[in-house]
């Protein structure tokens, strides 16, 4: 089932590509840890077009973010040890301050959507269904090579 899953994830992933009015502006991996789990993610974004609250030096823009992520966590069912695995697609429209440049600090704020393989059940907590809504604020730099750097906290 959970094969299954990833593939259909993968397809979901790749339609969105080449459903996209332009190409891919940037890809992302993370890594995270946090109540007796860890997961890695990997994304595609979509930057906008639009540009809001400017200021002589700086605007409110944003982008779209398609991601897969797999999740392990270590305590399924409350049991420490015990381990469920968990993949999870997810999109998210992410609002971003910026310089006018794109380079340098920024600080962002998102809310999306999220599909999992699995009901998530680990350490005690359990959600009721596979699908969730997440959320994140980060803060980050962008480097002049267009590297970009950040830290976010995700519910």
Excluded: C
Excluded at 42 to 53: E, K, S
Excluded at 63 to 72: G, H, I, K, M, S
Excluded at 102 to 113: I, N, S, T, W
Excluded at 115 to 123: A, D, E, G, M, R
């Amino acid at each position: 089932m959970q094969k299954r899953f990833i593939q259909l994830s993968l397809i979901s992933l790749l339609t969105a590509v080449s459903a996209s009015s332009h190409a891919v502006d940037s890809f992302s991996g993370e890594f995270a840890s946090g109540n007796k789990s860890q997961f890695v993610r990997a994304g595609l974004q979509w930057n906008w077009d639009q540009q809001w609250l400017k200021s002589n030096r700086s605007f409110v823009g944003g982008y779209w973010d398609a991601t897969l992520t797999q999740w392990r966590n270590n305590a399924y069912n409350g049991v420490n040890g015990d381990t469920q695995n968990i993949t999870d697609i997810g999109f998210t429209p992410v609002f971003r301050w910026q310089q006018n440049n794109r380079k340098g600090l920024y600080g962002e704020a998102a809310v999306g959507v999220h599909l999992f393989s699995h009901v998530y059940n680990n350490n005690g907590r359990r959600f009721s269904t596979a699908f969730q809504f997440g959320d994140h604020l980060g803060v980050g730099y962008v480097f002049d090579n267009g590297l970009d750097v950040g830290l976010k906290v995700q519910h």
